[in-house]
Structures are given as structure tokens and as C-alpha cells.
């Protein structure tokens, strides 16, 4: 029977970051390594454990006999500040990616029932550039295999409303009431075709349920908006002096890539830059094509689609699961 239970370890910072547990005890296999997954952009961890019509990405991957950690980090879903030690949202993509990554993935052997040693990190959206940032900027991460689901490395383009985003001086303005504005405009903008194609596609998503499907929606932070913009106009990813792009190219991990065909956030040639560039060898690498000309998948559906299943859901656990 799936297990769900929820722990908090502290940043550092003045955060208490949250790692919420999934795994079935009578199918846990114990050659396995525990999956770290890390939501993205104005995400939380709800997606990974809610799906409309079937099962979830955490409990499918329980299914399948992994321990599953869906993490949550500075400004995402339960993380929240310890009372007079943070600095409130101002914090940016490095403070998300290196400070808090990092104490979750040397958080998770107290937690899991498995015995110590590296982890596999999944890496959702801009999860996935934090991912890279552990593998390129924190040489002692205890990283095993790297996944990549629908996460930008390099921006070598972009859709024309994200690059017109991109041009504003502080990038996609933030704001706070993201999740009830998307619950109020979600049901009429479904019904209007086309509109939602950059993010979802509404023939594969049920979105019957619009107050469950907001709460995978944070309000975005100010700083990150702001260097998510400044990265997609300059192309690489620049902190503190450090490229990311081309610090990846030296990282000499197994990665699999997980695109989707018709993502209009994060393009799959955008996408494919992180398999393009890192050190790996084309052996311990794979790219996975999620959607088809007939049927076009979206950033959405990678997690909440009618066909995310069999599309995303099983080549990952296939690559989780694989022994050495």
C-alpha cells in the first residue's frame, strides 16, 4: 500500500524546506537508489502527486518499487521561512538551485529506508536546471543518474510570448493570487482554441477540475523572474561569475532527457541542450520524444495528460529502475 509522508530539514538560510515521501513497502526494491524530484517554475509538488484521470508520476514510480522524495524549496508549496532568520521571497535562482537543492539531497538518507549512498534527481521544468546546478556547481552532490523533464539549459530560442516576456526590464512581473486568478480564468480560456496550446493540450488534459489542478500553482518570486529573463535574452545561464552551460559540459553523469514535442515554455530544442552539452557519453545518455504530429504534447501534459503515463511516466521508471 502507498505510503505518503511528509518531513521538513532546514536550509541554512532561514527556510524549512519540505520532502514529501512516497513509497509502497511490500514493493520497494531495495537495489534501487531513492528518486529526488524537484518541481519548477511557480510549481509545487501537487503536480507530482495528483493526476486527473489516473495515477500520479510519485505514485506510479512507487508502483514500480522506488522510493520517491517530491521536494519542495524556497517559495514552493509547504517550504516556508523560519520566523526572523529568512530574508522573506528574496532570494534567486542560485539560492533555490545550489543552497536549498543541496540540503535536500543531504536530507534524504535520514529519511529513507535505503541503504546510504548517491540518490537519482528528476528534475522538472526549471527543477531540472536546479538539478544541473548540483551536478555542475556542488562536485559533492550525491547524484547517481540525472533526469530532465522539459528543463532549459541553454536558451537557443523561444516562443515569441516568452521572448516577448523576456524583454521586459524585470521580466514576468510578479504578483501574488497566482493560484485563484488561475482558478477563475482556467475554465473560460479552455473553452477558447489555441489559447492554452503553449502550456497544455486540452483533447489530452481533463481540466473538469480546475480548483484541484491550481493547487500545482505558486506565485513566482520577483529575483528568479528577473534572471529567468536576463538568461533566456543572454542564452546561458550566468551567476556569480559561473556558466552554467559551460560548467555541465564537465559533469560526467548518466542523463536522460524527456521532451515534449510541442512544449511552447521550454522548447525541445531548448531542452535538448542539457543532453547536447553535458560531459556524458553518448552510452550512459537518452533522449525520450514525448507526443506526436497526431497527437502534440505540451509542458503540462508531461505530468497531467491523459498519455503522460505511457509517454513520460514509464521509460523514467525504467531508467530509474535499471541496475548497474
Do not use: K
Not at 23 to 35: G, N, Q
Not at 209 to 231: G, K, M, Q, Y
Amino acid at each position: 500500500m502507498l505510503e505518503r509522508r511528509t518531513f521538513f530539514t532546514e536550509n541554512g538560510a532561514g527556510w524549512r524546506l519540505a520532502l514529501h515521501r512516497y513509497r509502497d513497502p511490500e514493493r520497494l526494491d531495495a537495489r534501487t537508489r531513492p528518486v529526488v524530484v524537484v518541481p519548477g517554475f511557480a510549481m509545487n509538488a501537487y503536480i507530482l502527486g495528483y493526476h486527473p484521470t489516473g495515477r500520479p508520476l510519485a505514485a506510479y514510480l512507487a508502483d514500480r518499487g522506488l522510493e520517491v522524495f517530491c521536494v519542495e524549496l524556497r517559495g514552493q508549496g509547504h517550504a516556508h521561512p523560519i520566523s526572523g532568520r529568512s530574508r522573506g521571497r528574496r532570494f534567486g535562482l542560485a539560492d533555490v538551485g545550489v543552497v536549498d537543492l543541496g540540503a535536500v539531497l543531504d536530507a534524504v538518507p535520514r529519511y529513507s529506508a535505503l541503504p546510504p549512498g548517491p540518490v537519482d534527481a528528476v528534475g522538472c521544468s526549471l527543477g531540472a536546471t536546479y538539478v544541473f546546478m548540483q551536478a555542475a556547481w556542488r562536485p559533492e552532490a550525491p547524484l547517481r543518474r540525472l533526469v530532465n523533464l522539459g528543463g532549459p539549459l541553454a536558451w537557443t530560442t523561444a516562443h515569441p510570448v516568452v521572448r516577448a516576456l523576456a524583454q521586459l526590464p524585470l521580466g514576468l512581473p510578479a504578483m501574488r493570487g497566482t493560484r485563484t486568478l488561475a482558478r477563475l480564468a482556467l475554465p473560460a480560456v479552455a473553452r477558447v482554441p489555441g489559447v492554452l496550446d503553449i502550456y497544455m493540450n486540452p483533447r489530452i488534459c481533463d481540466l473538469s477540475r480546475p480548483e484541484s489542478l491550481v493547487h500545482t500553482v505558486d506565485d513566482p518570486v520577483a529575483r528568479i523572474n528577473f534572471e529567468i529573463a536576463r538568461w533566456i535574452r543572454r542564452r546561458d545561464l550566468v551567476l556569480d561569475g559561473r556558466n552554467l552551460t559551460a560548467d555541465l559540459a564537465r559533469v560526467d553523469r548518466p542523463l536522460l532527457t524527456v521532451v515534449a514535442n510541442a512544449d511552447g515554455i521550454v522548447p525541445e530544442a531548448v531542452v535538448r541542450t542539457g543532453d547536447e552539452t553535458i560531459g556524458t557519453p553518448a552510452t550512459a545518455r537518452r533522449v525520450v520524444i514525448a507526443g506526436d504530429a497526431r497527437t502534440p504534447m505540451a509542458h503540462a501534459d508531461l505530468f497531467i495528460s491523459d498519455l503522460a503515463e505511457r509517454a513520460v511516466f514509464a521509460p523514467l521508471a525504467e531508467w530509474l529502475t535499471a541496475l548497474d
